[in-house]
């Protein structure tokens, strides 16, 4: 156990610095207000950061929602960590750098959900590690005023346990436990994968009632639990295949849809531990990303086949199971997925075969869908179906035979009761299960990314 | 489109070869069949690309729709085994047959008619080199890019500047140089062909649109009224507000827009800040900023408003009127810069300095009955010289339905003439027109005698006058002769012409007078004559000469017909020889030509008797 040196504590700071916190909580907007506004002047270099990234989404350059979701935490972290904190409401301050910048991201391209989801991340981030220093600072107080001990003194696995349990209890007051919090406050916890927002290892560290290091430390434990999601992130390939061997069995056949990383991945994490099993690899019109799959698969040494979309239907009673991906995964456990899925799903579902969705956590998203075969989808360009130069004799307007439309939908909608299971970096679930799940990762607060004036908690 | 391919091949070539100073994109694209225009409503266009290197070696444009021959010169074809030829309508291939063309490239060439029927679409994307800068900077006065600029470089072979293509596939790129081509690229976005360059993704004012079913794109701040009907493919901007009843398809309408109720609205472009009050029709129109239509008013099809323009009440504006509130230019100003108020104008690219004008304009134009109704405000343009054909062809609105039956009847007349002589036999056939151009020379050299004779008047008349000494003289007209290409009999012909008109011109009062001119000139010039007459033939062309100027030019000397050829008989200027040969030639002519014959009958028998 680490242990650190304990800073003298007198009992008056401690009783103002708690004051002030809960006037920040409790949403003091004039404060808050003017501490935002002094702390608005970004560094000139992030700004030309946010805007490069927003260009490129805007133009639609960043492809898959892992890549975004990695992107936009990079972003994230250099935004947290050039923004001036000020001595008090340094959460709100973040909060709303934060805020502004995702409000930008997500309304550069609303379709892809990852870039709201990592902004809610970072944002319950940021709140739980200021409740953290927080309830530590209160833990400190009780420790101290009950040992009345002035050295410096070693702090022992109890404190820190003491130290969570309040910090559990300070944040039961102010909304209903989450169910990683109440998982960690059994003292293993902080081997649990998502160790993200507020271990046992940062409150040890965070035990400073000094206000000075107090500033720098909740930015530097943001910023640290941030690099822990941009780790998560690109590590969760590895985590969905570690269960591969879990549900891929002997000779069954498998049956996906288009490319995905994470599929290729599992199907190989499978293929590792000497399970032999058929793919079929639908090829996924109109942009055949299934083809790359397929190759990747068949240079990978595992036996695949290719069938067109169409053909799904005819060979879905020899599959035991489909295992795709997906766009994002919305709270009612509906998924946005490749154009073409929600026709495997009801085949699936037709001939009762298992429908497996691999999803990494930042594809959680807590929003629910409404209309999401429009509003949710995004029409790409028709010349992916068919060569313009061919059929612009037809779709001359002014001569009145303007009559051929293309639509090139690129998502989607599969409703939750196709879907038998999510895979996630944390395992498996139920799609009924996708709201809990996405509790723990986002803060209620946080659902609307928008700047509001009073930007308190 | 995407231009780093393109640019990769351009800088590629370049390190190649630092003359591929140009690549040009282009794109497939199908013409309408029936009527022979492109979508965006472009001349026509043709091309020769060299398939294996992409290098262009003919580009033609055609401003004049008039289909014609294309020439194509042989040396293109000699320097390039393999040639493509791409154009941009399918009638006009057909008319490859009638080129001028070597008989031994023929069957080569009709083959590769027939592989390269493809149809091309110029997007007017070039990438240039820094030498294309100092190009223009050289020729200044290029006045068109592509039929100055690049014919210019193309047919310019000192440089040997070399001008490649790159040919996009599904890519999308196009231009706008008229108000067919910005509705048709309109259509093209809103259709998503740009994709992401589209309303919904690339929001380029402040406020996020929606798209919606159907192609309906939609701000977020819009009031529209419940029983309005609004139909797909249509983008309104935010704060537009729309009344009952009213229906609006396939159109662009801005932001700020107050349109009322029962409005009907078709393939329009609306932009920013116009009302339209209640009751109003609008089709295929144009309408620029702060526009107000009153109510009641029709805008037919291929309107043009510009900027802040009022229509009255009521009022109906007619097809393809283009209404602004400045004055049109006066016919006066040269085509370009009609063109140029024209754009400034209408299309709005500097809207600061129109706004400027217009005010002025307000104040002093706003008369409470105008060209445009009770209280309308504005001019009614007048259609320029290309007249109603430019028209339809250009506007926003839709091809007339007469125009395509039309088109269509002539095409198909098109093709039946083409099934009778088209295909020509690989053989042969062609080759009689191929040298047509004999003709040419034929009509050409007609002209060439014309004005040979008169330098070789011109010249002895100053040698006369100058007294410039015979060899000179004959030098001079050898000069000519080379110049013109001529034979030594045209320059016997005409110098003994110029002779006798001198002869002529000199006073004289009676015919023994000009007989004694006659004899003056000849004795003077009778060296420069005679070095001339070396042989029969042009002795005999000296005397038709002479029988031609008697009997048209210079009537004086019909008399004297025979006095003077004999006189030339004893001067050694003709023989008797040519004489006789002369009277042959002259057997089987009418009795008309025959005059001079008789008349000098005889001269004939003398001489056949001296002989």
Known sequence: ?457 | MSLTQALLEHKERRKKNSNAVMTMVIKRSKPNPAIHQSRLGTDELFMAIDPDTKQLVYYEDRADQSRGILHLDKSLLVDNPSLSLHHDKQVELLYFGVMSLACDNLINFLELIRLAISYLQDCYIDICSPEVLSLFTDNFDYQHLRRHFVKGLLVDDIMGYKIFVHEIHSDYAARVDNFRSYDTVSKDIIHRWTYPLVPDVMNFGKTATKLERQGMYRALEISQSQSAVIGPFTVIGSGTKIGNNTKISNSVIGEGCKIGSNVIIEGCYIWDNISIEDGCKLQHAIVCDGVIIKSGAVLEPGVILSFKVVVGPEFIVPPYSKVSLLQQPIEEDSDEELEYADSTSVMGSQVDKSDEITSKVLETHFTPASELGMGGAGHVWSTCESGHEEEWRHSVAPIPKDKIMEAIKTMEDDLGFIHDDSFLPPSGELIPNSNDSDDDDHEDSRDDSYYFEKEVEATFLRAVHENIQESHLILEINSLKLSYNKLTSDCAGALFYAMMKCALDIPHSSADGLLQNVQVVFTKWKKALTSYLNDKDEQIEVILKFEEMCLESAKEFAPLFTTILHQLYNDDVVEENAILSWEDEKKDADEADKVFVKQAQKLIQWTLMDE
């Open chain 1, 1 to 457: 156990m680490i242990c650190y040196p304990y800073p003298k504590v007198t009992f008056s700071p401690v009783r103002e610095h708690l004051k002030s916190w809960t006037a920040q909580n409790l949403g003091s907007a004039d404060t808050a207000a003017i501490q935002i506004l002094f702390s608005l002047p970004k560094m000139p270099d992030v700004q030309t950061l946010v805007n490069d990234f927003l260009n490129q989404l805007k133009k639609r350059k960043i492809e898959g929602s892992q890549a975004t979701a990695k992107l936009t935490a990079e972003l994230l972290r250099s935004v947290i960590s050039q923004q001036r904190v000020p001595h008090t409401n340094q959460a709100t301050a973040l909060i709303y750098a934060v805020r502004a910048v995702g409000e930008q991201l997500i309304a550069a391209n609303p379709v892809e959900l990852a870039v709201g989801n990592i902004v809610r991340r970072v944002l319950h981030i940021i709140r739980e590690e200021d409740l953290s220093l927080a309830t530590a600072a209160m833990a400190g107080l009780g420790v101290s005023a009950a040992s009345d001990d002035e050295d410096d003194m070693e702090r022992d696995e109890n404190s820190v346990l003491s130290a969570a349990a309040v910090a559990a209890a300070a944040r039961s007051t102010l909304r209903p436990p989450s169910l990683q919090t109440l998982l960690e406050d059994t003292p293993d916890s902080a081997a649990a994968p998502h160790t993200s927002s507020s271990g046992g290892e940062s409150d040890g560290r965070s035990r400073s009632v000094d206000k000075g290091s107090r500033v720098r430390k909740l930015k530097h434990d943001v910023i640290e639990a941030v690099n822990e999601l941009i780790q998560d992130i690109s590590t969760c390939y590895e985590q969905i295949a570690e269960q591969a061997v879990e549900h891929i069995h002997h000779n069954e056949v498998i049956l996906t849809l288009g490319s995905s990383k994470t599929v290729l991945e599992f199907l190989y994490a499978a293929k590792e531990k000497q399970r032999s099993f058929k793919v079929f690899v639908a090829e996924g019109a109109p942009r055949y990303q299934g083809h790359i799959l397929a190759k990747e698969l068949a240079a990978r040494g595992l036996q695949t086949t290719v069938i067109t979309d169409s053909a799904v239907f005819a060979m879905i009673s020899r599959v035991n199971m489909v295992i795709v991906g997906a766009h994002a995964v919305m709270a009612n456990g509906g998924v946005i997925a490749p154009v073409g899925l929600n026709m495997v799903a009801l085949a699936a579902q037709r001939h009762a075969v298992p429908f497996v969705v691999l999803a990494g956590s930042h594809k959680l998203c807590p929003l629910y869908p409404h209309n999401p075969e429009v509003l949710l989808n995004e029409l790409r360009s028709p010349s992916e179906l068919l060569d313009f130069g061919e059929f612009s004799d037809c779709m001359d307007s002014a001569s009145g035979t303007g009559s051929l439309h293309v639509v090139n939908p690129t998502f989607d909608y599969v409703p939750p009761k196709l879907v038998s299971l999510f895979i996630t970096d944390t395992g498996g679930h139920n799609p009924s299960y996708m709201y809990r799940l996405i509790a723990d990762y986002y803060s209620a607060d946080d659902l609307v990314v928008k700047r509001r004036p009073t930007a308190g908690s």
